[in-house]
């Protein structure tokens, strides 16, 4: 499969940078998913797709805005398209959020399922709101994606030989603490590490931050670490 990373920040974009949002397809390009559409993400994923008849589904991790804002958008685009509805899979709450999501979507809760060519699997985590990682498999690989996390006892299970997992590395290590809502640099290479996953990909970048020394932090416990960037495309 490849994932084409549509945004990398959180919970607010770099400059000329977009939010959390991801195109992830099958090698064959028949199967596309969206995991996530943050603010920003919509105009990336124009530049991917001819038409929204090519989008499987929209997966969201959860309802915070930094992960879902383009989705009320992507409702307008929606009304205007030939389609008669889009596959959308997303928490149930917070309640306020989940009323923003109109329109033509066919709104289904996260459940372990299948579409077109993937096998999708759901795991709640630990996070202020109802929050799911996502576990894909397609043509041989596994990519897991963290969503909004913290350490937890699921995630590390969820990871278990996955090759690629793209993870919440929201906090850098000097302000993470075991109370805060994401993991940092070290809690993500540790996570990659005991789960033996092959290649790890820090993203939920905040602009706070310097990406190179996040990247220089996580390679010193897990050397095959990249830090997300907008328009990378990588072969899982
Ligand atoms: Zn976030
Ligand atoms: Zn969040």
Not at 148 to 158: G, K, R
């Amino acid at each position: 499969m490849i994932l084409k990373i549509l945004g990398c920040n959180g919970p607010y974009p770099a400059p000329g940078g977009a939010c959390s949002g991801y195109l992830v397809e099958s090698d064959s390009g028949r199967t596309k998913l969206i995991l996530d559409l943050g603010s920003g993400t919509l105009s990336r994923l124009m530049e991917n797709i001819a038409s929204l008849g090519e989008i499987d589904a929209v997966i969201l991790s959860h309802l915070h805005f930094d992960h879902m804002s383009d989705v009320p958008v992507l409702g307008y685009m929606l009304d205007f398209s030939d389609l008669e509805t889009l596959k959308l899979i997303c928490p149930e709450t917070p309640a306020e959020q989940r009323k923003l999501i109109k329109g033509k979507f066919d709104v289904y809760p996260p459940a372990d399922t299948v579409i077109g060519e993937f096998k999708i699997e759901f795991v709640k985590v630990r996070h202020p709101v109802e929050t799911y990682a996502v576990r894909l498999s397609c043509d041989g690989s596994v990519l897991v994606y963290t969503g909004d996390t913290n350490e937890c006892a699921e995630i590390s299970l969820f990871c278990d030989g996955a090759d690629t997992v793209l993870a919440d590395c929201g906090l850098s290590g000097g302000d993470w603490s075991k109370s805060k809502p994401h993991l940092s640099p070290e809690k993500c290479a540790e996570l990659a590490r005991d789960a033996k996953v092959r290649e790890l990909i820090l993203t939920h970048l905040s602009p706070r931050y310097d990406p190179e020394e996040l990247l220089d932090e996580a390679q010193h416990i897990f050397p095959n670490c990249i830090a997300a960037e907008p328009g990378m495309q990588i072969r899982i």
